[in-house]
């Protein structure tokens, strides 16, 4: 049927037998490295964007619903451009001609991808797609035989498996994925529905389930709630409970650990684990787990930023591995290299990622860092989100495993680099983050996101103790690590019972670290207003991440006063004035300015003075957080291992 149903213009085609043979390459290529090859037929339905950028209807069993919801509040102004652009969709209601033509299609792929040398497929009937849609009563309002009764309801998506069945011969493993449930969505597929279906299709051919879950798509904390979800096992329960009706194997998905995995699977809940994010983080964990190099698997952080690329029809990517979906582009090796000195300036992610990269690359690195430890501000975006630490662990495991000279408590100056005598310098020194020309920043209880790490972590600066006579109780309670990282874990749960700030907080800056600040302190039974003059909230943080944190901040009583203008700090107070006019005064034990950071090329400059040759990464030639750091320090080694 392609393009009919089509999601994202760059998806694979298998709609005609001219794609077998580049379908074959493929297969052969995996083949070659002893790994199994499978692919998943889909038609994308009322989630077939690509059919409403070029003018087609949606293929649909109903005519859908208005639906009201949060969705587009979370969205910067940019996003929703890009949603405006690709139109009003319109719809197809599917007659009896165009379920035919659509059985047949899956029917046809499905022998395509057996003629190519695929070793199953994946008829794909979840996540708001058309057998999906017809699966549901919410979607479905039909009368003919395809709607009403669960049974009627389930005919489309028995009559494709027999098809594909009758077409690929008894033989030939084929898996079915359905939604076990739909997440805030009122009369949508229900558990009971999902275990009746799963055995209708053990007995109508299927050789395993997978089991996923879907969601209302216009209230955007639900985006990370059903198969892709922010909790982790949120689909586990749902899986054991179909396992149980049933004889065939089932497999599992959604943010579930290895470790977690197998207990299931000894368990006898399911039998085997689905990855999305964890191989796009790291393609090699499962050889990783099979030869017991556990420590080496590149972590997912849960941020979103592969998911998020696909709603502003964008290509997949990934945060902490930087070369998904460039593999191609960015493969090095160190055949025939000539071996470097490279000095790395700061030991943040940026740095830490550019010194394990260019030691795997067989250079000689010296990595130096002015603190007592490593990890920049990525050790404090690891308490306020936890899933960050797990990055921060793994890099600093990295460089301690590689023959990397780190230096701490070492300022890197023109001359001392002259003295290593580098072929190449790294700098990756972070964003420079001041606090704005606000009235009243200059007053004793103003805190910079700097200031805030300091009174957290218990690292000191002659400008936090002026600033609180506390501080040293900081310290002393919560710890002052050194060497290469903290423990954060014990850091977090000390701050849930003492911290050194007042019950009232505002927060001026409504970007990433300003959001995060919000969540991270209201958590702890703080009072929390945002305020900023940014039209929407969130910038830096991807949108599926965003959708979920504002929603959540809101529903714990966080104040959110985008637009705000006239900022004024005063004693005890900060005064605004809200989008609508409205002059607002909001209590204020604390202000911290979450806002400010730019990028600073000062050391960088002074380098090339010097006659070094550098190369700029992270936060210094601009605010790009983890994937910003990740991305540039891969794209620096690349350009010192082939100049």
């Given at each position: 049927m392609y393009p009919v149903g089509q999601v994202q213009e760059w998806q694979v085609a298998i709609s005609d037998d001219k794609y077998i043979p580049g379908l074959k390459r493929v297969v052969d290529a995996v083949h070659s490295h002893g790994a199994r090859f499978a692919v998943q037929l889909h038609q994308g339905g009322l989630n077939a964007v690509d059919d409403t950028v070029a003018g087609r209807p949606q293929w649909c069993p109903s005519i859908p619903e208005q639906a009201y919801g949060d969705f587009a509040d979370g969205m910067l102004i940019s996003e929703l451009e890009v949603l405006a652009s690709t139109g009003m969709p319109t719809h197809r209601v599917m007659d009896k001609e165009d379920i035919r033509v659509l059985v047949q299609a899956f029917a046809a792929g499905a022998r395509r991808a057996r003629e190519a040398g695929c070793d199953a497929v994946e008829v794909h009937g979840g996540h708001g797609y058309v057998p999906s849609s017809f699966l549901s009563p919410k979607t479905n309002r039909r009368t003919d035989e395809y709607g009403g009764s669960l049974e009627n309801r389930a005919r489309l998506l028995l009559e494709i498996l027999r098809a594909v069945r009758a077409e690929v011969g008894p033989d030939y493993p084929l898996i079915v994925k359905i939604d076990s449930r739909e997440v805030g969505k009122d009369g949508g597929i229900s558990l009971e529905?999902?275990?009746?279906?799963?055995?209708?299709?053990?007995k109508a051919g299927a050789d395993a389930i997978t089991v996923s879950a879907y969601h209302e798509f216009s209230k955007g904390k639900l985006h990370s709630a059903s198969n892709i979800p922010h909790e982790p096992n949120t689909n586990l329960p749902a899986a054991a409970a179909i396992k149980e009706v049933m004889t065939l194997p089932?497999?599992?998905?959604?943010?579930?650990?290895?470790?977690?995995?197998?207990?299931?699977?000894?368990?006898?809940?399911?039998?085997?684990?689905?990855?999305?994010?964890?191989?796009?983080?790291?393609?090699?964990?499962?050889?990783?787990?099979?030869?017991?190099?556990?420590?080496?698997?590149?972590?997912?952080?849960?941020?979103?930023?592969?998911?998020?690329?696909?709603?502003?029809?964008?290509?997949?990517?990934?945060a902490v591995n930087p070369e998904c979906g460039q593999e191609y582009r960015q493969k090095i090796s160190s055949t025939g290299t000539v071996r470097k000195r490279v000095a790395v300036v700061g030991g943040g992610p940026g740095g830490m990622e550019a010194a394990r990269r260019l030691a795997t690359g067989g250079h000689e690195v010296v990595l130096l860092e002015k603190s007592d430890r490593l990890g920049g501000t990525l050790r404090f975006a690891s308490l306020a989100y936890a899933a960050n630490e797990r990055l921060l662990d793994w890099l600093c495991s990295q460089v301690g495993s590689l023959d990397i000279d780190v230096r701490l408590k070492t300022e890197a100056t023109a001359e001392l680099l002259e003295s290593l005598a580098p072929?190449?310098?790294?700098?990756?020194?972070?964003?420079?983050?001041?606090l704005p020309p606000i009235p009243g920043a200059e007053l004793p209880h103003v805190f910079s996101g700097d200031d805030m790490r300091e009174l957290v972590l218990g690292e000191s600066s002659e400008r936090v103790k002026e600033k609180t006579s506390v501080f040293t109780r900081v310290a002393t309670r919560v710890g002052s690590a050194t060497g290469v990282t903290a423990n954060l874990d014990l850091v977090r749960k000390a701050t849930h019972t003492w911290m050194p700030l007042g019950k009232n907080i505002v927060i001026i800056g409504g970007e990433l670290v300003g959001i995060e600040l919000a969540e991270f302190l209201c958590e702890r039974g703080r009072d929390v207003t945002v305020v900023d003059d940014a039209p929407r909230f969130g910038a830096g943080l991807t949108l599926v991440r965003r959708l979920r944190i504002l929603a959540e901040i809101r529903d714990h009583g966080v104040g959110l006063c985008p637009g705000s203008k006239d900022i004024q700090i005063?004693?005890?107070?900060?005064?605004?004035?809200?989008?609508?006019?409205?002059?607002?005064?909001?209590?204020?034990?604390q202000v911290i300015v979450a806002k400010g950071a730019t990028g600073d090329s000062t050391q960088a400059e002074a380098f090339r003075r010097a006659g070094l040759r550098v190369h700029e990464i992270g936060d210094g030639t601009g605010?790009?957080?983890?994937?910003?750091?990740?991305?540039?320090?891969?794209?620096?080694?690349?350009?010192?291992?082939?100049?």
């Open positions: 529905d999902a275990k009746v279906t799963a055995q209708w299709l053990e089932v497999i599992a998905s959604g943010r579930v650990e290895p470790e977690q995995a197998d207990a299931e699977i000894s368990q006898g809940r399911f039998d085997f684990l689905a990855m999305g994010r964890k191989l796009l983080a790291d393609p090699h964990l499962p050889r990783k787990i099979a030869e017991g190099r556990v420590t080496e698997i590149r972590p997912c952080v849960y941020c979103y930023t592969c998911v998020s690329a696909i709603y502003v029809r964008e290509k997949t990517r990934c072929d190449d310098v790294v700098v990756a020194t972070g964003a420079l983050r001041s005063e004693p005890g107070h900060v005064r605004f004035t809200d989008v609508a006019g409205d002059e607002h005064s909001v209590i204020a034990d605010v790009g957080y983890i994937e910003g750091a990740m991305r540039d320090a891969m794209n620096a080694v690349a350009a010192i291992h082939t100049g």
